[in-house]
């Protein structure tokens, strides 16, 4: 008698907990939804899991194994201990990111982001660098308006059209491709292949924005990168970079008639930061210092296609 009443006794107190779980209002998040926040990534490995029970493997909790799916694997590794994972809205900027920005911008002279608070007319001093003679201008007026070696139907552009690039590599590629040398009278520091909406981008760019600022003394961009097929920051099963479709290009400095050059990596004063944030009417993507990590010593621009439009940082 007593063995059926221990029986019954068991079957009542699972039957009871089974309803308790049951009727809990709190249901499991969906791992899916869980994409608009920064999931801090933590090992799900056995050897990092508590064990309840030696015979018993103990469950993952949804928040950090939804980070493992193939389905939410994260696009760009933004920093040590955290991800980005896959989704429509910005990026967020990555913490650590984030304090070091805020720890240059308190200090006076701090080097690194090149956040100082020191006055424009001390990194370089535009009036002391003389103006073009009339006989100069009127030079490079006539180049710049004459069609010889101009390419994309753009008089200012020059350079060379080319074959059209071809790739194994899914998504890379340029069909209409142009060799660059010199864009707004402003040279390249190394021929940039590129397709005609970067180049025209670029051109306006120049023309109303770079050279104003700079008194119409800048006469060489360096150039960082331009076409090339590879992942996005190149990070392996990212996405086709818009370098690998002739649509980006990186320029790291900044080249004046006296031979000053200012980096985006040591000179990033006031000027260099109003220029780039003046960028983004004129590209789809514009990318530099305090963006996401990837560029601090560059900008980037690009012409992708964007239905969501601009998404400057």
């Known amino acids: 008698m007593r063995r059926y009443l221990a029986l019954l006794v068991v079957f009542l107190a699972s039957t009871a907990w089974g309803q308790e779980i049951d009727k ?10 869980i994409g608009a926040e920064i999931l801090v990534a933590v090992p799900v490995s056995e050897a990092a899991l508590p064990v309840v029970d030696p015979g018993i493997r103990p469950l993952r909790n949804p928040r950090y194994a939804a980070a493992a799916e193939p389905e939410s694997q994260p696009e760009v590794l933004a920093d040590a201990g955290e991800i980005l994972p896959r989704s429509l809205r910005p990026l967020r900027r990555p913490k650590a990111l984030a304090e070091r920005i805020a720890a240059l911008k308190s200090a006076s002279n701090a080097p690194g982001l090149g956040l ?17 003679t009339r006989k100069e201008r009127r030079k490079k007026k006539r180049e710049l308006e004459s069609m010889e070696g101009a390419v994309c139907g753009v008089s200012s552009i020059k350079g060379q059209e080319i ?18 040398t010199s864009i707004a009278g402003v040279r390249l520091s190394q021929t940039a292949t590129v397709d005609c ?3 025209k981008a670029l051109n306006s760019y120049i023309n109303e924005v770079a050279q104003p600022a700079f008194e119409g003394k800048l006469v060489e961009l360096r150039v960082a990168a331009h076409y090339v097929c590879r992942s996005r920051n190149n990070i392996k099963g990212a996405k086709i970079s818009e370098h690998g479709k002739g649509k980006a290009i990186d320029i790291a400095a ?7 050059t200012l980096t985006v990596k040591d000179n990033y004063n006031k000027l260099l930061r109003r220029i780039y944030k003046a960028a983004c009417p004129y590209f789809k ?15 980037h621009f690009d012409t992708s296609a ?8």
């Open 163 to 180: 074959a059209s690039i071809q790739s194994n590599v899914g998504g890379c590629g340029v069909p209409e491709a142009v060799a660059i």
């Open 24 to 33: 809990s209002p709190r249901p499991m998040p969906n791992p899916r939804l």
């Open 254 to 260: 900044f080249v004046l008639a006296n031979g000053t």
């Open 116 to 132: 100082s608070v020191a006055p424009e007319d001390e990194v370089v001093d535009l009036a002391s660098i003389a103006p073009p």
């Open 197 to 199: 909406t970067i180049a």
């Open 285 to 299: 993507t514009t990318l530099g210092p305090g963006s996401d990590g990837y560029h601090e010593d560059h900008f």
């Open 306 to 313: 964007r239905d969501s439009g601009a998404y400057c940082r």
